[in-house]
C-alpha cells in the first residue's frame, strides 16, 4: 500500500501539472474587446465593416487587402484581364476547407451567384455586380466574365468570401441562410480559425485551423467580445480581462498611453464621417418650426444643404467631439484612395453665409428635423452626431437629435426611413468608383449601381463619370474620370464630407503586440501576436 507522504506528493504533481496545462491553454488563449461585431455569421449577409472583420477569421477572399489595402494574393495566387470583359483567376492548391475537404474553383463560382439570393442590409451585391458569367475552366482556374470592360473587379473581390458549397448548399436562401451559418452547421471556411460558437450581441469563439494554408496561427482559441459601451471595454482592459481592445475612445488614449501596464498603438483609417440628406419630394422627419407639414422638402434644395456644409466646423468637431482623434475632409475617400481629388478644400464655416442661404431658400426661421447617427460603431459618433446637432441649431434649425444603435441604425437606412443622417464610411477597396458607384450613382438596380444611394440623388453628369470610370481600363484616365466626379459632388452636396477618422488599440503590453495596424480598422488575430 502507498504510504501517505507518497499519495500527497503524486497529488502535489498532479496539481502542479494540470496548473502548467491549464497555464498553457490560456496564454495560448486571445480574449479581444470590440465595439461591435458580425450580424449573421454568413459572410454574404452585409457589408458592413465590423461584420466582415469578424467573418475574415474564418472564411478567405479570393484577393486579400494588405494593411494598407494594397492587393495581395489570397485563395487565388494570380489574377490577369484575358480581355476587355474577362478576368482569369488562378486558385491557390492545396487549400482546404476546415471540414478537410477541397477548395476548388466550384466553391468560387457558387459563391458569387448565392450572394444576390442571401444578401441583407448594406447589400454585398455591390461586390459581384459586374459579374456576368462564372466559367469554370478546371478546379483550380476559373474566368469571370463581366457585363462590360471591369478595371476594379479584383479590388472588388477583397470582399468576395469563399463558402464551401456543400456545406452551404442547403443554407441558401434567405429563409435558410441564418439558421445555417448562425448554428455553424454552414460555417465551413478556410480561414485561419474554426468556428465554434456565436452568441449575438456578446461574443465569437474561434479555434486554430492547423491545416491553415498560410501557416499556424499562434493562437489555439479566439474569443472576440462585444463591448459596445465604451467605458466598459477600457474598464475590462484594465482588470485583464481582455487581452487587446479597438476602438479606444479619444478621450481614454492619453490615460492608457500613461499606464505601464498597457500600450497604445494609433492609426489613421479609410473611414470618416459624412451627413447625409434625403432630398425626395416627401421625406418624413421635417416640419416647419411649429411641426406643421411643409409644401415641399427643404433638403433637396441645394442652398440648404450649402447652408447645412458652412454651419459645420470641422476643426472644432475634431478638436473637441473627436479629441484629436481625426481630421477634416472634403470628400467622400481619405488621400492614400486611388481617384482622390487633390484641388478639392475643405469647407469653412461661415454662420452669417448658412442663415442668409437658408433665408434665400424660404426658410428664414429654419425649420425642424430628425437627425439620425450611429452610436456605437464608430469612435466618437454620438459625440460628433451630438455636436452637429449643436452647430446647425446655431443658423436656425432645430434638429431633434437621435442616436440610434447601428443594429436599428442600418436597417432603417437602408429603408429610406430617415430625412437627414450621419454615418460613417471607408473605401475599403482602395478604388474611389466603388464609393462614387454605390453610394452616388443613380439607383439602377439594371445596372447594379447606387445601391446604397436611397436619397433619390441623381445627376447624369456624375452618373457618366461613375460608368465611364468603371469600365477604363487606363489607369490615368480612369482616376482623372473619378475626381471630376468628386468636384460634382461637392458642388451637388447630396452629402457632406466631414471628417476622417484615427483609430486607437490598447493592449496588455506583457502579452501581445499588434503588427501594423490596418486603415480599414480591421481587428483581426492574425495582426496580434504574443509579446514574448
Known sequence: MMEISQIVRKLSYAAVLTLSLC?????????????AGPLSMDPHFTAVGTHAEAVKHVFDTLVKSGNQLQLEPGLAESWRSVDAT??????????????????????????????????????????VRRVKEVVIVNPLTLQIKTDGPAPNLP??????????????????????????????KA?????????????????????????YWGGKEPWAKVVRKEI???????????????????????????????????AVVKSESVYLFYVAFDIRDKVAQVTAR??????????????????????????????????????????FVTPTIFGYNKSLKVTQPDVKRAKALLAEAGYPQGFKVVFSFTN??????????????????????????????????FPARTRGDYALAMAGWGTLTGEANYTLSGMFHSNDPKLKLGSFNVSGYGNPAVDKLIQEAGQEMDEAKRGKQLEEAAAILAKDRPSIPVASIMSAWAMQKSKVTLQNPRVDEDTLAMDIKPAK
Open 23 to 35: 497555464g498553457g491553454v490560456s496564454a495560448q488563449t486571445l480574449n479581444i474587446g470590440v465595439r
Open 86 to 127: 474577362t478576368w482569369e483567376f488562378k486558385l491557390r492548391p492545396n487549400v482546404k476547407f476546415h471540414d478537410g475537404s477541397d477548395f476548388t474553383a466550384e466553391d468560387v463560382k457558387f459563391s458569387i451567384e448565392r450572394i444576390p439570393a442571401v444578401t441583407g442590409p448594406n447589400p454585398t451585391t455591390t461586390y
Open 155 to 184: 479590388n472588388d473581390f477583397v470582399r468576395l468570401f469563399v463558402v464551401s458549397h456543400t456545406a452551404a448548399k442547403d443554407f441558401s436562401t434567405a429563409d435558410t441562410a441564418g439558421q445555417g451559418f448562425n448554428s455553424g
Open 187 to 211: 460555417t465551413i471556411g478556410t480561414g485561419p480559425y474554426k468556428f465554434v460558437s456565436w452568441t449575438p450581441k456578446e461574443e465569437l469563439v474561434l479555434e486554430r485551423f492547423d491545416g
Open 228 to 262: 459596445p459601451n465604451d467605458a466598459a471595454r477600457v474598464a475590462r482592459l484594465k482588470a485583464g480581462q481582455v487581452d487587446l481592445i479597438s476602438r479606444v475612445p479619444s478621450s481614454d488614449v492619453p490615460t492608457l498611453e500613461r499606464d505601464s501596464k498597457l
Open 290 to 331: 411649429d411641426g406643421s407639414a411643409l409644401p415641399k422638402n427643404p433638403l433637396a434644395d441645394p442652398k440648404v444643404r450649402e447652408a447645412f456644409d458652412l454651419a459645420l466646423d470641422r476643426e472644432a468637431l475634431v478638436d473637441v467631439a473627436m479629441e484629436g482623434m481625426g481630421k477634416p475632409v472634403s470628400q
Open 376 to 409: 456605437d460603431r464608430l469612435p466618437g459618433d454620438a459625440a460628433v452626431g451630438t455636436s452637429i446637432t449643436q452647430m446647425l441649431a446655431a443658423i436656425g434649425i432645430e434638429v431633434q437629435a437621435a442616436a440610434t444603435p447601428s443594429a436599428v441604425f
